[in-house]
């Protein structure tokens, strides 16, 4: 748990319950009397057995969470009150200052405003542990608390940009509204099934008929949001606006909507991430799928229950559904934003769901997009858990983990190809392949960046990205697939390419291609291979290239309301490309 520095008295707080719970195992032995103090009672202090002290431990008796919920409010107050002091001191500075007439000066507000922030990180900070032990509590931890607390706890991290406040006086009729949910379940709860189509229809029956819980309202409200949010073309456009305000609405239900210890709150949680994955103004979608997971584990759904244990068939392949859509998310969006899992995959034993709906057979007689997305998930897991995140240790040879999560890609889609899913999936699935493989040749812990050989398999992988995802942008029809992550995954796979042509010129257009690094006769699985290209080949390829990631990010930055994103990188593909024209003419 992050902990904020230079904080005065307040910088490692003494907690002490309200009354007397538990002595420490010390005391206890000793049978002396304990005050309770936490991290460490005063009796160990003394005797300077603060290490061996229980009453710091993690499994804490009930009671004591209020008392360090209690604490951190404390602390979350006192930080508010000096970042008011702060911004006040700032505003005194500017009313006082006059600027040097030689043009020679430093604006004093540039140190104020830097104090803030730095303030303002601190409070992220503080606000993340809030978080991180709300959704490691269960529902018998907020004894006691005010009912909108696990709301808060959830919520304040993950925004970035409040929603306005909205209500929705009159509903929209029954035939749009129908039309809009239908295209959330066809293109959004067909790859996340976490929540079934009956529940869905069933809130929007509740709420037309008067009688709507708090459940039902979000659960219509942010489908709606979703569906408009997906299917707009600008940040500036009517749906976008639609989409927001249906979203603020929905969130006027979260403090009483949204309770510890339910799968429905996990359900109406990844309702949330997908819409932040839309719309990724107001919300930070790593958050909040690290509370659904972090909820969906305190539940125990990340392990199938014992056989002993007798459970409804409906129950046990809602869990899973929840588990794998949990999963899902979680790998896709910590691979996009190059982060740690919230779990690894050998915590988890679940079995895959079963699912079935109008559009799709049961499994595996035409294949579900859903259960397709989990394989890929599950095919490239153990690699980027091996280079990412196995340790401080810098890798020595990736080649081993690269080509074995190559394999499993090519198996699955060797797999995918046999499915009879929608061709708007299955084109859905590459960029997210291509990208996936362009990361796993980009480790940040290699002790020495990969051969030339590397390196054009990552251009090799950036060229059939452009290809691939320029059709699939192009293809209006699959507008409502696209994503958030589609223009983080791009402006990736961009920078790579354009740090290779940087880097890397003769090696990128020279003849012949360099040849695969040395692998052990008895290696499983070998490098794979380049496409055949001669160095001019490559050298118009690239320009190509070029040319087709800037429309790309161009058309998502437009979507997503960030134009300067890709200004920026539009001056970096001219003047590429102006030096990659120049070495054609002399080629």
Request: with cysteine; net charge neutral.
């Amino acid at each position: 748990m992050a902990l904020v520095k230079s904080f005065g008295l307040t910088d490692s707080p003494r907690l002490c319950v309200s009354r007397q719970i538990s002595a420490c195992s010390i005391c206890r032995g000793k049978k002396i009397k304990c005050d309770g103090l936490v991290p460490v009672c005063t009796p160990c202090q003394k005797a300077r057995r603060d290490a061996e002290c229980t009453n710091g431990s993690d499994k804490l008796a009930k009671g004591k969470e209020r008392s360090y919920v209690t604490a951190l409010e404390a602390r979350l107050v006192w930080l508010e009150k000096d970042i008011a002091r702060v911004e006040g001191l700032g505003a005194a500075q500017n009313a006082q200052y006059q600027p040097a007439q030689d043009g020679d000066y430093k604006d004093p507000t540039t140190r104020i405003a830097k104090g803030q922030r730095k303030e303002e990180s601190h409070v992220n900070d503080l606000v993340s542990d809030f978080g991180f032990l709300s959704v490691n509590a269960t529902s018998r931890d907020f004894d006691g608390l005010a009912q909108d607390v696990f709301a808060q706890l959830i919520l304040t991290p993950s925004t970035l940009l409040d929603l306005p406040h909205s209500t929705i006086n009159v509903l929209p009729s029954r035939p749009s509204v129908t039309a809009l949910v239908q295209q959330y379940i066809d293109q959004h709860l067909a790859l996340y099934p976490f929540i079934s189509e009956v529940r869905i229809f069933g809130s929007i029956e509740a709420l037309y008929e008067g009688h709507a819980s708090p459940s039902d309202e979000w659960i219509v409200f942010l489908v709606l949001a979703i569906a408009l949010a997906s299917s707009s073309t600008s940040s500036t456009g009517s749906n976008y606006s639609e989409a927001v305000r249906y979203a603020g609405a929905a969130l006027k239900y979260a403090k009483v909507a949204l309770l510890p210890g339910s799968l429905q709150s996990i359900q109406l949680i990844l309702l949330l991430v997908q819409y932040s994955i839309q719309d990724p103004h107001h919300f930070d979608s790593w958050y909040l799928v690290g509370a659904a997971a972090r909820m969906m584990v305190d539940l125990g759904l990340h392990q199938d229950p014992p056989e002993s244990v007798k459970m409804k068939d409906a129950q046990l392949n809602l869990r899973r559904r929840i588990f794998h859509s949990v999963y899902s998310m979680d790998r896709l969006t910590s691979l996009t934003h190059r982060r740690t899992f919230s779990f690894t995959d050998d915590s988890a034993n679940v079995l895959m769901p079963k699912l079935s709906s109008p559009m799709f057979a049961d499994p595996p007689t035409s294949g579900h997009p859903a259960l397709e997305l989990i394989r890929l998930r599950q095919a490239v897991s153990p690699a980027c858990q091996s280079l990412f995140q196995s340790g401080p240790d810098s890798v020595h040879d990736p080649w081993p983990s690269i080509c074995a999560a190559y394999h499993a890609i090519d198996d699955w889609h060797s797999h995918l190809q046999e499915t009879s899913i929608q061709n708007s999936f299955k084109l859905c699935f590459q960029p997210e392949v291509l990208y996936t493989k362009i990361l796993l040749l980009s480790p940040s812990r290699l002790q020495k960046p990969l051969e030339d050989y590397g390196q054009l398999l990552i251009l090799e992988h950036s060229i059939a990205y452009s290809q691939i995802m320029s059709t699939f942008i192009k293809d209006h029809t699959n507008r409502s697939l696209w994503t958030s992550y589609d223009l983080s995954r791009t402006v990736f796979v961009a920078q790579r390419t354009l740090e290779i042509f940087e880097n890397f010129p003769k090696v990128c257009f020279s003849n012949p291609s360099p040849q695969p690094p040395q692998q052990s006769p008895k290696t499983e699985h070998r490098i794979p291979p380049l496409a055949v290209r001669n160095g001019r080949e490559r050298l118009y390829s690239g320009i190509e290239t070029l040319r087709l990631l800037d429309g790309i990010v161009r058309v998502l930055a437009r979507k997503y309301g960030v134009p300067s994103l890709w200004r920026e990188l539009k001056l970096r593909f001219e003047r590429m490309e102006t030096t990659l024209r120049a070495r054609a003419a002399t080629v």
